[in-house]
């Protein structure tokens, strides 16, 4: 089953891929590699998911601000690619927290990623190397904040 029909099965929608906040590229590609800039919690509406895990939202609050940001950094990588199926492997996470210094859950928070991945490309291209966190702030007061690598193959024929 292509990954663009597992969204579907799973009833899950991007959202739009989220607007540049700076100078540089959301998407990256050199060779089979595409390396993701920072990505944060970008909603359909055009808003992000605020505040400090920990203070201002619980660890479940935290995880859905993680899954929503998997969501926003597959439709940067939808953007770029043409077709999420061009995706072979999640190779690497490194997700930030926005929490307060005696919040050690960082891991837990990232999950809300992690597993959406491994729902939708499976365990063995769903689940990668990671790190996990804390961070004093983030852009915008955004909650979680993601980047990464996937491996993606030159196959067009979607």
């Known amino acids: 089953m292509s990954f663009e029909s597992r969204l579907t099965q799973l009833n899950l929608q991007l959202p739009p891929a989220p607007p540049r906040g700076g100078v540089y590229k959301p998407v990256l590609i050199s060779g089979n590699l ?16 605020t505040g400090k895990v920990g203070a201002d939202l619980d660890l479940a609050a935290g995880q859905e601000a993680a899954r929503q940001t998997g ?18 492997r999640v190779i690497k996470l490194l997700g930030m927290v926005d929490c307060p210094s005696d919040f050690h859950e960082h891991p837990q928070v990232i999950n809300g990623c992690s597993e959406l991945y ?14 996990a966190v804390g961070m004093g702030s983030l ?3 955004i909650s979680v904040e993601i980047e990464g690598v ?5 196959d067009y024929s979607f």
């Open 71 to 88: 969501l926003a950094i597959l439709a940067s990588m939808r953007e770029s690619l043409g077709s999420l199926d061009r995706i072979k």
């Open 34 to 49: 595409a390396y993701f800039s920072g990505h944060g919690p970008y909603k359909s509406d055009g808003t992000y998911i």
């Open 150 to 154: 996937f491996e993606i193959t030159d």
């Open 139 to 141: 852009p915008g007061g």
């Open 118 to 131: 491994r729902d939708i490309f499976g365990e063995d291209a769903g689940v990668g190397v990671r790190s």
